[in-house]
Nanobody, 118 residues
Framework: QVQLVESGGGLVQAGGSLRLSCVAS????????MGWFRQAPGKEREFVAG???YYADSVKGRVTISRDYAKNTVYLQINSLKPEDTAVYYCATGRTGDYARLDSYRYWGQGSQVTVSS
């Protein structure tokens, strides 16, 4: 079994930056590709970033996904935040298939709220 715990969300002003963290535990977690998704109120969950360096068009140039293998942690750095980035951000792993599809990922974290004020 794999467990994922996100942190680092919060309230940020537009133009600011955040770094989300996702600590993974469980067997063979280091062998799985990780991904980040987000879900805004009233909207479907959508792809944001996936390893090694896949990014949604809506965030490309503002977002970086990275991993610290020693800490079993994956990060999502988001710069130049916009109000439309407001969402619950989820990390996911256990990927088999298309990096942008929700159903390609087997394990999910509980989410971290990011709110961007204008």
């Amino acid at each position: 079994q794999v467990q994922l715990v996100e942190s680092g969300g919060g309230l940020v002003q537009a133009g600011g930056s955040l770094r989300l963290s996702c600590v993974a535990s469980g067997r063979t977690v280091s062998t799985y590709a990780m991904g980040w998704f987000r879900q805004a109120p009233g909207k479907e969950r959508e792809f944001v970033a996936g390893e090694p360096t896949y990014y949604a068009d809506s965030v490309k140039g503002r977002v970086t996904i990275s991993r610290d293998y020693a800490k079993n942690t994956v990060y999502l750095q988001i710069n130049s935040l916009k109000p439309e980035d407001t969402a619950v951000y989820y990390c996911a792993t256990g990927r088999t298939g298309d990096y942008a599809r929700l159903d390609s990922y087997r394990y999910w974290g509980q989410g971290s709220q990011v709110t961007v004020s204008s």
